[in-house]
């Protein structure tokens, strides 16, 4: 099976404009979850999708968003960037947690995002 | 909130050493994931535990989950220069949602 697709792996943004990621998961995989990876914090959890509906969200303001479509891929939105928002997103996708052997995610090669 | 903390946060050895990562929490998580990331690309799944005191065996790498499923350690027999990268753990408290808390990382690095 393919791995875990992200798109675009590098963007370079100003502040205050807004960006789309793109997530296309395992064939087969319903969970698509999302991270921001940043030297200071780690690995943050954004929000999670499973058929097209979010059933986890983290502690981020609401200018980050995301969305699911039928077939399972992914988009996550930033508005209004700021220079904070710089760093290294992360998408996961899993089959179902409860089914999967325990949870264990699949990670994209992720987005570098660069806020100027 | 649930917290998950790694020690060291990072370890230099030389090659042929043995090494032996915590990942520690006061909250009890229904499975516990390691994974290694190296730089510029995201994190691969090494291996899931989920039951208390489980031993898990990957190579030359040996996963214990805690009894009381809080706490798990990763060692690592005759460490390679391969064996280079951050190891992250992860707890997922809900076996139904794709949630997971991470801990800090240990950034090891390998010197042949």
């Known amino acids: 099976k393919a791995g875990v697709t992200q798109t675009p792996r590098y963007l370079i943004k100003t502040r205050g404009q807004q960006v789309t990621l793109s997530c296309s998961p395992i064939?087969?995989?319903?969970?698509v979850s999302w991270y921001q990876q940043t030297p200071g914090q780690g690995l943050q959890f954004l929000f999670e999708y499973f058929s097209e509906t979010q059933r986890n969200k983290g502690n981020f303001p609401g200018r980050f968003s995301g969305r699911q479509f039928s077939n399972s891929r992914s988009e996550m939105n930033v508005s209004t960037l700021e220079l904070g928002d710089s760093a290294l997103y992360l998408c996961?996708?899993?089959?179902?947690?409860?089914?999967?052997?325990?949870?264990?995610?699949?990670f994209g090669p992720g987005t570098r995002l660069t806020v100027l | 909130t649930q917290l998950l903390e790694q020690s060291p946060q990072f370890l230099s050895i030389q090659e042929g050493e043995n090494l032996t990562v915590y990942c520690n929490s006061s909250?009890?998580?229904?499975?516990l994931q390691w994974y290694r990331q190296e730089p510029g690309e995201g994190p691969v799944l090494l291996v899931t535990?989920?039951?208390?005191?489980e031993v898990k065996k990957l190579k030359r790498l040996t996963f214990q989950f805690g009894d009381a499923r809080k706490d798990s350690s990763l060692h690592i027999t005759a460490a390679q220069p391969g064996d280079t990268g951050l190891y992250l753990c992860a707890g997922l408290a809900n076996t139904n949602a794709g949630k997971s808390t991470f801990g800090d990382g240990t950034t090891l690095t390998v010197k042949p």
């Open positions: 996961a996708s899993g089959e179902s947690a409860g089914t999967s052997g325990g949870g264990g995610q699949f």
């Open positions: 535990v989920v039951t208390g005191g």
């Open positions: 064939s087969g995989h319903r969970s």
């Open positions: 909250s009890v998580f229904s499975s």
